[in-house]
C-alpha cells in the first residue's frame, strides 16, 4: 500500500461528537450491511473478508446508524447510535460515481467505529485494512469478552468450581483474542472434570474403577460414560472432536482449535445445562413437595 495514504488517528472527546446525527442526502438503499452484533464479538486479528464493490455508505455508519448491543456496565441490552463516518461520502449528484469499499481502501490504513449507548456508554473499534478485499480488527473497547451477553450471564456457570469457572472465562477471552490452541487448552480442562464428575456420580452402575478411567484417553474416556452425556455429544461430529483432542492439542493448528473450540464449548454448556434444569427441578419438586407436607 502506498505510504501516502491518511494515517491519522483522532484524538476522541465524547462530549464532542455527535451521535444522532441525520444526514442531510439519502438514497432508498441505506441498510448496513458490515456492522452487526457478530462483528464486535469477531476476534482481533482475525482476518475479514469484505466484498469490495459494496458501496462506502452501506459499510461505514451513516444516516445515524443504531444497533441493540449488549451493554455489560447496565448488564442488559441497549441501542447504540454509531457516529457518521468520514469514510461513508456520498456523492447524489446526477451522474455522478458514488465510492465504493474498495475506494476507500485505497486511500486509508486505518478506521475507527465509535457509538454511544442510550444509557451513555460508548464502543470503539478498531480496524486496519489489509488489502482491499480484507481487514482485521486490532482493538476494542469493551472488550469482545465483556460484549459478549451469553458469556456474562450464564446461569450454568455457578456450577463450576471457582478455579474452573476462571478456566472458562481465559478460555473464552483467548478465543476472542484468535489464539485457540491456548483457548482450546483451557476448554479441554474444564470437559476433562466434567466428565470425571459424570464418572463418580454413576459410579455404582460403570463396571470399571476410577483409577483405570483416569489412565484412559480422551475418546475412551467418553465412550465409558456416553450414556451418561446429552444426546447431542453423542453424535458422529463430537467423536471427531474427541480423537482430535485425545491425541493431543499441542498437535493442532491454530485453525483447527478455531473450528473445534465452538462445538466442544457448546458441548460443555449443553452438560451444565442439563444439570442446571435437573437441579432446577428437584427444587421444584422439594416446593411442591413441602407444600402438600404442609396441607
Known amino acids: 500500500m502506498s505510504n501516502s495514504k491518511n494515517n491519522n488517528v483522532e484524538n476522541i472527546y465524547f462530549s464532542e461528537i455527535e451521535f444522532y446525527n441525520k444526514s442531510m442526502i439519502t438514497t432508498t438503499d441505506m ?7 457478530d462483528l464486535f464479538k469477531t476476534p482481533l486479528y482475525k482476518k475479514i473478508e469484505i466484498d469490495e464493490n459494496t458501496m462506502n455508505y452501506k459499510f461505514f455508519p451513516y444516516d445515524s446508524l443504531k444497533l441493540e448491543l449488549y451493554c455489560n456496565e447496565c448488564k442488559k441490552r441497549r441501542i447504540y447510535s454509531f457516529m457518521n463516518s468520514r469514510n461513508a461520502f456520498i456523492n447524489m449528484a446526477p451522474g455522478a460515481l458514488r465510492s465504493s469499499v474498495k475506494d476507500e481502501f ?3 490504513n486505518f478506521f475507527r467505529l465509535i457509538a454511544q449507548a442510550d444509557c451513555g456508554h460508548h464502543v470503539v473499534t478498531e480496524f486496519r485494512v489489509i488489502d482491499k478485499n480484507h481487514i482485521e480488527k486490532i482493538g476494542q473497547y469493551p472488550s469482545i469478552y465483556d460484549m459478549n451477553e451469553e458469556i456474562n450471564n450464564k446461569q450454568f456457570l455457578k456450577l463450576l468450581d471457582e478455579e474452573y469457572v476462571s478456566y472458562y472465562k481465559t478460555a473464552c477471552s483467548l478465543y476472542s483474542f484468535n489464539s485457540c490452541i491456548g483457548a482450546l487448552t483451557y476448554l479441554r480442562r474444564i470437559f476433562e472434570q466434567l466428565l470425571i464428575e459424570i464418572f463418580n456420580y454413576n459410579k455404582d452402575k460403570i463396571s470399571i474403577k476410577f ?3 483416569k489412565k484412559m484417553k480422551m475418546k475412551e474416556k467418553v465412550n465409558e460414560i456416553k450414556s451418561y452425556l446429552p444426546q447431542i455429544m453423542q453424535e458422529q461430529g463430537f ?5 482430535k483432542i ?3 492439542i499441542h498437535n493442532l493448528s491454530e485453525e483447527e482449535c478455531s473450528t473445534i473450540f465452538p462445538v466442544l464449548k457448546e458441548g460443555i454448556e449443553e452438560i451444565l445445562i442439563e444439570r442446571l434444569e435437573e437441579k432446577n427441578k428437584e427444587k421444584r419438586r422439594k416446593e411442591i413437595s413441602d407444600k402438600l407436607n404442609n396441607l
Do not use: C, L, Q
Open 31 to 37: 441498510e448496513n450491511v458490515f456492522i452487526n452484533e
Open 106 to 108: 485505497e486511500r486509508i
Open 211 to 213: 483409577d483405570d478411567y
Open 239 to 243: 467423536n471427531t472432536i474427541y480423537t
Open 246 to 248: 485425545s491425541d493431543g
